[in-house]
Structures are given as structure tokens and as C-alpha cells.
């Protein structure tokens, strides 16, 4: 893939991720955060739910969880 590493790259510093970054690949699941979710609260994330807006900070990840929990 052309443009897989300069994707990892990205990921790595726009997340912070460090080190832990190293071990992403092409198979990564970005998004088993959504099952996680899913599973931990107790809630079903539909794919209608899944937009920029909801995901776009981790305060907004937090307020659409909190919203769905009550």
C-alpha cells in the first residue's frame, strides 16, 4: 500500500500513541473502539451513529456515551 506508513505516521502523532504505535499494520482494527464501547457500557452504537461529529474528540465520544447509557 502506497500510503500505509505515511497513514501509521499520522495516527502515531496525531494520537500520541508513541512507541505503542509502532506495532500498528495494515490489519490494525481501528475500529474495535466501537465493539469496546458497545460491550462496556452496555449500549448499541448504529452505524447512523458513527459520524465525525461524535467521534471528532474525546469529549464528544464521552458525551455520546453518557447520552446512550441514561
Given at each position: 500500500m502506497k500510503y500505509l506508513?505515511?497513514?501509521?505516521?499520522?495516527?502515531?502523532?496525531?494520537l500520541n500513541l508513541g512507541?505503542?504505535?509502532a506495532?500498528?499494520?495494515a490489519d490494525?482494527?481501528?475500529?474495535?473502539?466501537?465493539g469496546?464501547?458497545?460491550?462496556?457500557?452496555?449500549?448499541?452504537?448504529?452505524?447512523d451513529d458513527i459520524s465525525a461529529s461524535t467521534f471528532a474528540t474525546l469529549g464528544s465520544l464521552a458525551a455520546f456515551v453518557e447520552?446512550?447509557?441514561q
Amino acid at each position: 500500500m502506497k500510503y500505509l506508513e505515511e497513514v501509521k505516521t499520522l495516527l502515531i502523532d496525531v494520537l500520541n500513541l508513541g512507541p505503542a504505535g509502532a506495532s500498528l499494520n495494515a490489519d490494525s482494527p481501528l475500529l474495535t473502539l466501537i465493539g469496546a464501547l458497545d460491550e462496556h457500557f452496555g449500549i448499541a452504537i448504529d452505524d447512523d451513529d458513527i459520524s465525525a461529529s461524535t467521534f471528532a474528540t474525546l469529549g464528544s465520544l464521552a458525551a455520546f456515551v453518557e447520552e446512550r447509557v441514561q
